[in-house]
C-alpha cells in the first residue's frame, strides 16, 4: 500500500501523487480511472464526501440522483469486479468501495449531512450535550421526576396510568419541539445552498457564513438531544 | 478463469451448484439426489459423509455427527443448554468446541470440512475437472466467528473460498435473475438451526441490501425437539421408560419427530411409529396439523420481531414491500406461511425449491465473481455494530449494523503514560450497552514507542471485507510505518492450527480415498458374488463342467483378494470372474430372452381372450 506517504509528504507534492497513475505515472485526466492504461484509481483520502460523490457542498441533495451516483460507482469499484486483477488493484477496489459507501450513508441522511459539512467547514467534531438547551430547561427537569416517578410506581396502578397519560402528552409535545427544530434547520439549509450558490467573498458573506454554522451547529445538538429524550420515553412507556 | 462453484453448507443438508449457459444448475449426486445430508459418521471403515453417514444416526449415534453449523464458531458456554440432545461428546479447547469421534477431536470446521469436500467430489465427478475455488454462502446474521469458521472450512477442504455470501442475499439473486424483479423485497429464510430476515431494494441489476436481522439459533431442528419431547415425555408416562438412556432410540425419536412434521405440511394427521427398547413394544401416536401448530408456535412468533427490526431499520412498513420469498425448508410448513403473508399483507413467493435457492444463488455470485455475469452487483451489509471496549467496560461502536459493505473506520489510540509501549485492544460485536453483553471477537495488543504520555499516535484501521469478515491494520502516525498485528481470535482457531489442519487433510485425504476405494470394491465383489451364485443356481445345466469350475474358481480368487486390502487386486479379480462368466451370461441372457418373449406371447393371449 503506497498511500501513508501521503500523509508525511506537503500539499503539493500530495498533489503531485494524486494527478499521476499509479501504474502507468502517466497524468490522470480521468476522474476514477487511468484514461491511459484504465486501471482504477485510489480516492483520495482526503477527498471530502460530497467531492467523491460528485456533488458540491450544498444541504439539498437530489436523493435519486445521489443514488444513481452510488450504484454507478458501485459497479466502478466493488470488489466482485476485481477478482481477476492484480492484487494493487484489488486493495485500491476495497478502499474505494469503503470509502464510497461511508460517504453515501453520510449524506443519504439530511441530519447526518449536515452534521458532516458542518465538521468541513466549521472544523470540529460533533459536539456531545450533556445539559438540556435552556429553553427546554424547566421542561426537562420536570420530565426526569416523572420518568422516575412512573419507573417507581406499581405496575398497573392508578398513579402508574396517570403518570403515563402525563408522559404521553409530554412526548406529544417533545415530538412536536423536534418537528419545529427540523423546520428550523430545513431553512438554515436552503439560506447556506444560497449563500454558496451566490459564491459572494464579501465581509458580508462571510459574516453571514458564520452565523448559519453557528445557529446550524446548536440547533443540531438541541435536536439529538431532544431525539434522545423521546426515544427514552418512548422505550419507557411502550 | 478456473470455475468457481456455489455452495450452501447448511445445517441439515448441503449442496454445489455451478452455472451453465446464464442458468444455475444443482449438481446431483450418484442417488440422484441434490441434497447432501450435513451428517459425518465415523465407521470402523473410516470417516463417512452424507446419505449413508445419515444411516449411522441411530446405529452409531455417538460417533456420527449433524447440525454441526450449530457450533461454528462458538464456545462450549454457548451451547450450554442443548448439549443434551446431541449424542456425541463435546469438549472445549483454545475457545473453540471441539467434538470426540473415537480417538480423535475434531473442530466444527473440520467436520464441516467433511462435508464440502463430498461436495468438491461431487462437481469433480459431474463436471470432470479439478475444482479448487467456491463461494460459500453463511446465515445473514451470523457473526464474525461463525464467517471465519466458515472460511476455514473451506481451506481445511482445500478449496479457495473467494466470497462468504449471505443466503438470504444468495436466494435474491436467484429470484431475481429468474424474475427480472425491481422493488423492494423481504427475504424470509428459516433453515434447519438458524433464520434470517433481509430486506432488499431491487433496482437495474443492482441488489442492495437495507437491513438484516435473523437469530442464528432458532430454525427446523428446534421444530422437530418440540416434537421430539413430547413424544418422550408420552413414552416416559405410558411405557415407563426414560429414552434419554437410549441415544440410538433418541436418534430415532429424533428423525420420527422430524418426518412428522414433514407430513403435516400436506396432511392433516399423521401417525408418529417408533420401537422401543427392552421389549417395550411399540409406540404409536396419532399427530394433527393443529397439535403441531399448537407445539411450535411460540418459535415461529419468535421469528416476526427480528422481521419487525429489520423493517424499522431500513426506514420502512410492512406496506413499502413489493415482494416476499421464502426460503429454507421450514418455510414450508403451513403455520409459518401464515404468519409471514399476516405480517407482510402479501402471499409470499415460493416458486423455487426452498431447499435449492440459496445454492443457485451462490452460483450466479461465482459467476459474477468469475466475470461471467456483469450486470449484477450485491451490495450486502454488515449484520452487527461492530466496535471496542472503552473504559468502564462500555463498548465504543465503530462500524454500524446494516452499513454497506466493504466498511471501515479508522481510531486514533495513544498512551496515558509516559513510556507505555503497549495498548490493549478489545474488538466487540453487537447491539448492547456493555461490553459484556456483546460478542467478543478479538484482542490484539498494538505497540507503541515509548514515550511521554499522549505523544505517540497509532491510527488502526478496521475494515469489514466484502465477505463481512474484519481485517485490522495499524499505522505509527509520526512514522508512517504500519505494524503487523497479531489478533487472538476469542472463539477461532488460530491460523497456525487451521495451517495444521489443511496438512492433516491432505494426509489423510490419501487415506481416505484409499479407504473408500476398498469399501467401494469390497461392497461390489459382494455384489458380484451373490449374482455369480445366482447365475449357477439358475444355469448350471447350460454350461459345460469346465465352464463351472473355473468360474468356482475365480469366485474363490475374488473372495480371497476381498480380505486384503489392495482395492486394485479385487477389481483385477472380479474383471477375471466377469471373464469366467461371460459365456453362462451369454446363455442366460439368450434362455430369458426366449422366455420373455413366450410370455408375452402368453400375455397377448390371455388380453385377447
Redesign the interface.
Given at each position: 500500500?503506497d498511500h501513508?506517504?501521503h500523509?508525511?509528504a506537503g500539499p503539493r507534492e500530495l498533489q503531485m501523487a494524486r494527478s499521476m497513475c499509479w501504474h502507468c505515472q502517466s497524468e490522470v485526466a480521468g476522474e476514477y480511472f487511468c484514461d491511459r492504461c484504465v486501471k482504477v484509481q485510489p480516492v483520495s483520502k482526503d477527498l471530502d464526501y460530497f467531492t467523491c460523490l460528485g456533488f458540491p457542498r450544498r444541504l439539498k441533495i437530489d436523493q435519486h440522483q445521489l443514488e444513481a451516483k452510488f450504484?454507478e460507482l458501485?459497479?466502478a469499484f466493488?470488489?466482485?469486479?476485481y477478482?481477476?486483477k492484480s492484487a494493487a488493484e484489488q486493495t485500491i477496489s476495497?478502499?474505494n468501495?469503503?470509502?464510497l459507501?461511508?460517504a453515501?450513508?453520510t449524506l443519504r441522511d439530511p441530519i447526518q449531512r449536515a452534521e458532516y459539512l458542518l465538521d468541513l467547514e466549521a472544523g470540529s467534531v460533533k459536539e456531545i450535550r450533556n445539559s438540556p438547551p435552556a429553553d427546554l430547561f424547566e421542561e426537562i427537569l420536570e420530565l426526569q421526576e416523572t420518568l422516575n416517578e412512573y419507573r417507581t410506581a406499581g405496575r398497573a396502578s392508578e398513579t402508574e396510568s396517570a403518570l403515563r397519560v402525563k408522559l404521553q402528552s409530554e412526548r406529544n409535545t417533545l415530538e412536536q419541539r423536534q418537528r419545529d427544530m427540523e423546520a428550523t434547520l430545513q431553512q438554515l439549509f436552503v439560506e447556506w445552498d444560497t449563500l454558496q450558490d451566490r459564491g459572494e467573498t464579501t465581509d458580508q458573506a462571510r459574516t453571514n457564513r458564520d452565523r448559519i454554522l453557528k445557529q446550524m451547529r446548536e440547533n443540531l445538538s438541541n435536536r439529538t438531544y431532544v431525539k434522545n429524550i423521546v426515544n427514552d420515553l418512548a422505550s419507557t412507556i411502550g | 478463469?478456473a470455475r468457481i462453484v456455489g455452495i450452501d453448507l447448511g445445517t441439515t443438508n448441503s449442496l454445489v451448484a455451478y452455472m451453465a449457459d446464464g442458468c444455475p444448475r444443482v449438481i446431483p449426486g450418484r442417488n440422484e439426489r441434490t441434497m447432501v445430508p450435513s451428517v459425518v459418521a465415523m465407521t470402523d471403515n473410516g470417516l463417512i459423509v452424507g446419505d449413508p453417514a445419515k444411516e449411522h444416526l441411530t446405529r452409531n449415534p455417538e460417533r456420527t455427527v449433524y447440525s454441526v453449523k450449530r457450533f461454528m464458531g462458538k464456545g462450549l458456554e454457548d451451547v450450554q443448554g442443548e448439549l443434551a440432545y446431541f449424542p456425541y461428546h463435546l469438549t472445549e479447547q483454545g475457545g473453540v468446541i471441539r467434538i470426540k469421534l473415537g480417538e480423535k477431536t475434531y473442530s466444527p470446521p473440520q467436520i464441516s470440512a467433511m462435508i464440502l469436500k463430498e461436495l468438491k467430489q461431487r462437481a469433480e465427478a459431474h463436471l470432470g475437472e479439478n475444482i479448487s475455488k467456491a463461494v460459500i454462502t453463511v446465515p445473514a446474521y451470523f457473526n464474525d466467528s461463525q464467517r471465519q469458521a466458515t472460511k476455514d472450512a473451506g481451506m481445511i477442504a482445500g478449496l479457495d473460498v473467494?466470497?462468504i455470501i449471505n443466503e438470504p442475499t444468495a436466494a435474491s439473486l436467484a429470484y431475481g435473475l429468474q424474475q427480472k424483479t425491481q422493488g423492494t423485497i423481504a427475504v424470509y429464510d428459516l433453515g434447519g438451526g438458524t433464520f434470517d430476515i433481509s430486506i432488499l431494494k431491487l433496482?437495474?441489476g443492482?441488489f442492495?441490501v437495507l437491513a438484516t436481522n435473523g437469530d442464528t439459533h432458532l430454525g427446523g431442528d428446534d421444530f422437530d425437539r418440540q416434537i421430539a419431547d413430547l413424544f418422550v415425555t408420552e413414552i416416559r408416562a405410558h411405557h415407563g421408560l426414560d429414552l434419554n438412556a437410549y441415544p440410538d432410540h433418541m436418534q430415532g425419536v429424533r428423525l420420527e419427530a422430524e418426518r412428522a412434521k414433514i407430513r403435516l405440511s400436506d396432511e392433516l394427521k399423521t401417525t408418529a411409529i417408533l420401537d422401543l427398547p427392552e421389549s417395550k413394544g411399540r409406540y404409536s401416536r396419532d399427530l394433527t396439523r393443529d397439535q403441531l401448530e399448537s407445539l411450535t408456535m411460540e418459535l415461529v412468533e419468535r421469528t416476526l420481531e427480528p422481521c419487525r427490526l429489520a423493517l424499522k431499520d431500513a426506514g420502512l412498513t410492512s406496506r413499502d414491500i413489493d415482494e416476499v420469498v421464502l426460503v429454507g425448508g421450514s418455510t414450508r410448513m403451513p403455520l409459518v406461511r401464515q404468519r409471514v403473508q399476516a405480517l407482510f399483507g402479501k402471499e409470499p413467493h415460493c416458486e423455487l425449491n426452498p431447499d435449492e435457492v440459496v445454492a443457485l444463488g451462490a452460483a450466479v455470485?461465482a459467476d459474477?465473481?468469475?466475470?461471467g455475469t456483469?450486470d449484477l452487483?450485491?451490495?450486502d451489509v454488515t449484520p452487527l455494530s461492530l466496535g471496542i471496549e472503552t473504559m468502564g467496560g462500555v463498548m465504543s461502536s465503530l462500524i454500524r449494523r446494516n452499513?454497506?459493505?466493504?466498511?471501515?473506520a479508522k481510531e486514533m489510540f495513544t498512551t496515558y503514560v509516559d513510556g507505555q509501549t503497549g495498548v490493549d485492544i478489545h474488538i466487540l460485536q453487537g447491539e448492547r450497552e456493555l461490553v459484556k453483553d456483546n460478542r467478543s471477537l478479538a484482542r490484539f495488543r498494538l505497540k507503541v514507542p515509548p514515550l511521554p504520555a499522549g505523544v505517540p499516535r497509532i491510527e488502526v484501521t478496521f475494515?469489514i471485507?466484502?465477505n463481512g469478515i474484519l481485517n485490522v491494520s495499524a499505522?505509527d502516525?509520526r512514522t508512517?510505518d504500519?505494524q503487523s498485528l497479531a489478533v487472538k481470535p476469542s472463539y477461532g482457531l488460530s491460523d497456525d492450527e487451521v495451517e495444521r489442519m489443511i496438512g492433516e487433510s491432505f494426509k489423510f485425504a490419501a487415506d481416505d480415498l484409499k479407504a473408500r476405494q476398498l469399501i467401494e470394491a469390497r461392497t461390489e465383489a459382494e455384489t458380484i458374488i451373490m449374482a455369480t451364485e445366482k447365475a449357477i443356481k439358475q444355469g448350471a445345466q447350460l454350461v459345460g463342467k469346465e465352464d463351472l469350475s473355473s468360474i468356482r474358481a475365480s469366485m474363490a480368487a475374488v473372495e480371497a483378494a476381498k480380505s486384503g486390502t489392495d482395492h486394485k487386486a479385487i477389481r483385477a479379480k472380479m474383471a477375471d470372474l466377469e471373464k469366467a462368466t461371460h459365456h453362462l451370461a451369454e446363455v442366460l441372457m439368450d434362455t430369458s430372452l426366449k422366455e420373455a418373449l413366450e410370455n408375452k406371447k402368453l400375455s397377448e393371449l390371455t388380453s385377447k381372450k
Open positions: 500500500m501513508h506517504t500523509s508525511i450504484y458501485s459497479r466493488h470488489p466482485d469486479f477478482q481477476n476495497l478502499g468501495s469503503a470509502m459507501n461511508i453515501y450513508r | 478463469m473467494l466470497r433496482k437495474n443492482i442492495e455470485q459474477i465473481l468469475s466475470g456483469t452487483l450485491l451490495l452499513t454497506t459493505i466493504p466498511a471501515s475494515l471485507d466484502a499505522r502516525v508512517g504500519t
